[in-house]
C-alpha cells in the first residue's frame, strides 16, 4: 500500500478513485510516563514515553486507513493528512488519518 500526503505519486497514473478513507487511534497515558513526562518538563529534556506513545498511534491510523483503503479495492493513499488531538481532559491522545484512495 503506498501512502503519501501528496495529492499525486511521481511515476504512476492514478487509474481510479474509490473515495475518502479514515483511521483514527486513541491511547491512553499510562501514570508513569505522566510522571516521567513531569519530571522533564521540570529538569528538561525530550518524553521518550510520549514520543514513543505518538508514534504507535501515527502507526496504528495509517494502518486502519490503509486497511479501509483496501477494503474499497485501492492500492495507494493520496493526500493523507494526520491531525493530533489531546481528548478526555488531556489523558488521551487521538491521532486521525484521513485520505483518498485510489488505484495506480
Do not use: C, W
Not at 495507494?76 to 491531525?83: E, H, K, S
Amino acid at each position: 500500500m503506498l501512502l503519501t500526503t501528496t495529492p499525486h505519486i511521481d511515476g504512476k497514473t492514478i487509474r481510479q478513485y474509490h473515495g475518502i478513507v479514515t483511521g483514527e487511534a486513541i491511547l491512553g497515558a499510562n501514570i508513569f510516563r505522566d510522571l516521567f513526562a513531569g519530571i522533564r518538563d521540570i529538569v528538561g529534556g525530550r518524553s521518550a514515553g510520549y514520543e514513543k506513545a505518538l508514534a504507535e498511534a501515527r502507526e496504528n491510523a495509517l494502518d486502519e486507513m490503509a486497511d479501509d483503503a483496501r477494503r474499497l479495492g485501492g492500492n495507494a493513499v493520496v493526500g493523507i493528512d494526520l491531525d493530533y488531538e489531546v481528548v478526555g481532559s488531556g489523558r488521551m491522545l487521538m491521532v486521525s488519518a484521513t485520505g483518498t484512495a485510489v488505484t495506480v
